[in-house]
């Protein structure tokens, strides 16, 4: 993760925090592509991939986990900038 995508994620979960959220960062062990960030709140529970503001390349195994939770039900996002993780947040 580079330095400025780990800026926007600690500001996205600054944010996510003081609207009552939990965040948990996830640990990949032997599972690549895994989601960063889960975030549970009042009824609702989704899953971010940070990017590098601007676009960060997703590789072949994140888009299969976003597919993958996406699927099954589950809210998952790639969040590349702090409006969008806002918009994600007041959705």
């Known amino acids: 993760m580079n330095k400025e995508e780990l800026k926007l994620e600690e500001k ?4 996510a925090r003081k609207n009552g959220f939990v965040s948990m960062k996830i640990e990949k062990t032997g599972h690549k592509g895994v989601p960063d960030r889960l975030f549970i709140g009042k009824n609702r529970i989704y899953f971010i991939e940070f990017k590098k503001p601007g676009g960060g390349v997703v590789s072949r195994q994140q888009l299969f986990w976003h597919n993958f939770l996406k699927s099954n039900g589950i809210e998952a996002y790639f969040c590349d900038n702090f409006d969008v993780f806002e918009d994600i947040l007041n959705s």
């Open 12 to 15: 996205c979960v600054r944010l």
